[in-house]
């Protein structure tokens, strides 16, 4: 009987040589007259360990890592076949400490199956929300799904149930469910995951979408930055369509829906909704102004549902297990788990799926334990290049929307990048702002022409021209940009600039006689 | 047949099929950057008069978008990351040795057509920073060392 080797295909491992170590090994069985049977699974978001190998063996699946091509033949010489023995051996995956602590909910597939193989995805509870979903009212499975409290993971957490509930009630002809699937942030790929490692998810997610509002038409709105996650998802569509989840008769209810990826093309703002929208209907994807909401007057004047991917995906468990189930992990009104991702100078870099509640500390420590550098962790930015940099003295905030919100910081789609001493946050507060200009899309005076002032003023501080004159200056600029733009670019670019100037006023040559206040 | 007419008609036949999409524009100038590498200055009035659009309109979509080009790219586009996770982890000297060894600066083209340089703001591969993308591929932990021989690979297959 072959053995069961998996190898992921996630872009991430094959960054790290997964298509090779995936080569070596089907050449090395080969050679050796083993007869395996090599699948490309998602990854199980342990990056520090890819490319991660395992196999199955009667004691579970065991796992090698990180694997490299000149590995293959002493993997080979100690049976790790059947689980031998070797250095890289992590033992069972699922007792794996930074996996077995994890809350996997909207991940609990990935890493496990093959991605864009349907008969996995049934295997392991695949459309069961669906099922459930065809047998209820509209009603019901938007009630569901508020009853769940799943808040956008985009950034914005607004309530999906009541963005629904407004594109339910309002009536039209045609309405459409969007998958935000811009997910420009650094620091941020947990939409990536899901789309190249379990893409039927945001599929069905989208379908249940679709039934609950009466949209029979969706679009995936994917950055081109993604080729991997194009691939896997169009495979995924075209299977879902020959075996009738998409289409004009969703599994014999007469119900339609369709759906579509369209490629973004490298702008940042068309993570925003309206400018995604504009960008979809083939123009420059200048934001728009608000009202009307997109719920009520969006996809080319349509009620439109626009989603983020985590936020989608995490809707068929809520119709599978019910939307008390979700809402009986987290804490206060952050309901459900949230996928947070650790990236930057951190030791174990990778996905961790857990309930809201867990404090930063926690998670950069017990998760990530420490920097990768091994020097202290000076700053890190939650939720993008919109996002706060937290110091130390922040780091026992819990993780939580309201928590971060009191600290005027931002939690956003959970992405974390963490920076060692090193960092000079002068810099960095510099390239937020110069990043606000190159993607402003130039629609309000603040952004456009804020964006490219304040990147000279903090140019001005730097070279230490009047410091004392262009902090207040900075300040000032800054809450010009916070209170007059139009959406979130402009709006929260302060976020990280001030937050880096107010904790680590010295990196921009404040010293008391200059006064950062 | 001349090189000029060859372009016109593929960007015809990209237009001819996808222009009945609901919004069709990004799709269709997708669909020529894929075929050619760029979009051509002359494509936009064919474009226009596919979708009943002003040439203004056209050419300010082309030139709102970052990934959409005018003028034909190296044999190789070399992506780097500039976004925070990649800094956190050398991604500004990973830059710099890039420029260098190359010899030219970001939206250039070495003088021998086989490489661009152009930045990118988060690749997703945040978690194994700093991270580049050389055409399709992307890779992750890049090294000035590790660049260098993703280079020199890629110059051995010219």
Known sequence: MSITVYVPCDSSAVSLGADRIAAAITQEAQKRNISINLIRNGSRGLYWLEPLVEV?????????????????????????????AHTLALGAIEEFFYLKKQQRLTFARIGKTDP???????????????????????????KAVTDSGLRGRGGAAFPTGIKWNTVLNTASEQKYIICNADEGDSGTFSDRMVMEGDPFVLIEGMTIAGLAVGANQGYIYLRVEYPHA???????????????????????????????????????????????????????????????????????GQPTVVNNVISLASVPIILDKGGDYYRDFGMGRSRGTLPLQLAGNIKHAGLVELAFGLTLRELLYDFGGGSASGRPIKAVQ??????????????????????????????????????????DM????????????????????????GSTRGTEVIDEIINGHEISKNIPLLRDLCNTLLNGSLCALGGMTPYPVLSALNHFPEDFGVTDTTDAA | MTESNSIQETVQAVITTLKDKPGALLP?????????????????????????????????????????????????????????????????????????????????????????LEPVYCLGNCACSPAIQVGENIYGRVSPHSFDAIINEKKELA
């Open chain 1, 382 to 423: 939650v939720g993008g290049p919109l996002g706060a940099y937290l110091p130390e003295s922040q780091f026992d905030t819990p993780l939580d929307y309201e928590a971060f919100a009191a600290n005027w910081t931002v939690l956003g789609h959970g992405g974390v990048v963490v920076f060692d001493d090193t960092a």
């Open chain 2, 28 to 116: 269709i100038l997708h669909g020529i950057q894929d075929a050619l590498g760029y979009i051509p200055a002359d494509s936009v009035p064919a474009i226009a008069q596919g979708l009943h659009l002003s040439r203004a309109e056209v050419h300010g979509v082309i030139s709102f978008y970052h990934y959409f080009r005018d003028t034909p790219p190296g044999k190789h586009t070399v992506h780097i990351c500039r976004a925070e996770s990649c800094q956190a982890m050398g991604g500004k000297q990973l830059e710099q040795h890039a420029k260098e060894q190359l010899g030219i600066d970001y939206h250039e083209t070495t003088a021998d057509g086989q490489f661009s």
């Open chain 1, 426 to 449: 002068a810099a960095l507060a510099r390239y937020n702002m110069e990043f606000c200009a190159i993607e402003s899309c130039g629609k309000c005076t603040p952004c456009r022409i």
């Open chain 1, 56 to 84: 199955v063996t009667d004691a579970g699946r065991i796992a090698y890592g990180p694997v490299q091509v000149s590995d293959v033949s002493a993997l080979f010489d100690a049976d790790f076949l059947h689980g031998g």
């Open chain 1, 230 to 300: 194009h691939i896997a998802l169009n495979a995924a569509i075209e299977k879902a369509y020959a075996a009738g989840y998409l289409g004009d008769d969703i599994q014999g209810s007469g119900k339609a829906f369709h759906l579509e990826v369209r490629l973004g093309a490298g702008a940042y703002i068309c993570g925003e909704e309206t400018s995604l929208m504009e960008s979809l209907e083939g123009k420059r994807g200048l934001v728009r102004f608000k009202p009307p909401l997109p719920a009520i007057s969006g996809l080319f």
């Open chain 1, 116 to 142: 864009i193989s349907l008969d996995d995805y049934l295997d392991n509870d695949g459309y069961s929300g669906l099922n459930n979903a065809l047998k209820q009212t509209q009603a019901d499975i938007v």
